[in-house]
């Protein structure tokens, strides 16, 4: 499993578009059996900063299956707006380093 991060410095006032276009882009990672999950957060502090991090089955699931599939130039044309806004792509792999809580305070 690969953890893919990209990091967003939206333009102003496209932040809602941004939102809209990767929710849309969303039904293709959710169609793709190598995507594991994913998640979209915007910077409390900066609303211009966002992260997507998608969980892939491996680097070439992601490279070799979905950027190889049909779904994936639509999901492509979703998000090609905002290419050029991306200040890091980058898969990291998962250490051992890990802790997640359920709702009240049970791992």
């Known amino acids: ?6 990091r967003y410095l939206i333009a102003n006032g496209q932040e809602k578009q941004f939102e809209t276009d990767y929710g849309r882009a969303a039904e293709y990672l959710d169609a793709s059996p190598h995507c594991l999950g994913y998640a979209l ?3 409390g502090k900066d609303k211009n900063r ?11 699931g992601h490279l070799q299956g979905f950027r190889q599939s049909p779904d994936f ?3 492509f044309a979703l998000v090609k707006p905002y290419f050029n806004m991306i ?7 998962k250490t051992n380093v890990e802790g997640k809580k359920i709702a009240g305070g049970e791992r």
């Not at 966002?50 to 070439?60: K, R």
């Not at 200040?87 to 792999?93: D, F, L, P």
């Open 87 to 93: 200040e890091e792509m980058e898969h990291y792999e």
């Open 50 to 60: 966002y992260v997507m991090l998608i969980e892939w089955d491996s680097a070439e």
């Open 1 to 6: 499993m690969v953890l893919e991060v990209i």
């Open 41 to 43: 957060a915007r910077s």
């Open 73 to 75: 130039a639509t999901f």
